[in-house]
């Protein structure tokens, strides 16, 4: 497989010094969940929230950054990322618990904060724990499952602009709707603050395992999938509306439609970015065809073709 060079990589050669770590062409589709996709002109993974901001700001403003979490829901194409990936790792993992609110690092995962809200006696945190992703993605596209969503437990949050500057901001100036939020683009979500109500551990924990009986039996769990594909249109479930239209198990190459849960695409093998992006808008273009309705991405697609797919 070819990744699509850059036309010019002399500005790695003047990035700002940093005390996190710098790589170049870094091979980032071995962190996310599809395990397929292109390299990175550069991957960044800073120490902690003050090393982020002196990186942006002494950044060419030209250079294109992209923040990468868990790489869960995500498909990065397989000529690869243009520009800075940012990585926050452990400087932004942190998860504090006072009295009925959490302070969550943005690569906290969701999970873990669930756990952490559950040990403290937190209720209404639990459905994190069906969310595979970190606290950063859920605050970005308003995660949700099993009826609740992050706007339902958010106070506020923290996040770096393109140029460095540090932000705050309330939950209810993020323009947070179904698997949205108004948040300027080029932010970089650092922490948010959560909140809960006093509650049993032992009931907290119930319901989180209850959660996790129900992923099982549903989804493909421990495949090679980005999760949830497709956004549920308004009154309808996505999955429905692809097994109606015939999808379940469809397959290009070493993709497909996984044949437990039809809203899960899977790489069975070597699967390009290419194959899996095309299944999805073919299952697309098939619901629409069969059902009126046009499904939306949910997975969240970055990056470049191929040159052979451009040539």
Same mark, same amino acid.
């Given at each position: ?8 990589? #002399? ?92 302070? #969550? ?37 308003? #995660? ?62 119930? #319901? ?104």
């Amino acid at each position: 497989m070819t990744a699509a060079p850059s036309s010019d990589l #002399a500005w790695r050669g003047s990035l700002p010094d940093v005390r996190g770590r710098l790589e170049f062409d870094a091979d980032i589709a071995k962190v996310t969940w599809f395990r397929t996709g292109g390299p990175a002109d550069v991957s960044f993974r800073p120490a902690d929230e003050e090393d982020l901001s002196a990186f942006l700001s002494g950044l060419d403003p030209s250079i294109a950054v992209t923040v990468l979490g868990i790489g869960s829901n995500l498909l990065i194409r397989d000529g690869g990322i243009r520009g800075v990936v940012i990585r926050l790792g452990k400087g932004f993992s942190g998860i504090q618990v006072s009295e009925d609110s959490i302070i #969550a690092g943005a690569a906290a995962p969701d999970r873990n904060v669930a756990l952490a809200a559950a040990k403290a006696g937190l209720a209404g945190l639990e459905f994190l724990t069906g969310i595979p992703g970190t606290i950063g993605g859920a605050l970005r596209m308003n #995660a949700g499952a099993y009826g609740r969503e992050i706007k339902d437990i958010l106070v506020a949050a923290r996040a770096g602009n393109r140029s460095g500057r540090i932000h705050e901001i309330s939950a209810g100036d993020m323009g947070l709707t179904y698997r949205h939020s108004s948040a300027p683009g080029d932010w970089i979500f650092t922490e948010a603050r959560l909140t809960g109500t006093p509650g049993q551990a032992a009931d907290i924990r119930a #319901a989180m395992d209850e959660i996790d009986r129900t992923r099982a039996e549903a989804q493909p769990l421990k495949t090679r999938t980005g999760g949830s594909t497709f956004k549920n249109p308004p009154n309808e479930k996505a999955w429905q509306l692809i097994d109606r239209a015939g999808c379940r198990g469809l397959r290009i190459g070493d993709a497909q439609v996984s044949e437990k849960h039809c809203n899960f695409l899977l790489n069975t093998g070597q699967a390009r970015a290419a194959d899996i992006e095309a299944l999805g808008e073919e299952v697309r273009r098939r619901v629409l065809e069969t059902t009126g309705h046009s499904l939306e991405w949910e997975i969240k697609r970055l990056g470049e073709p191929a040159m052979e797919e451009t040539s």
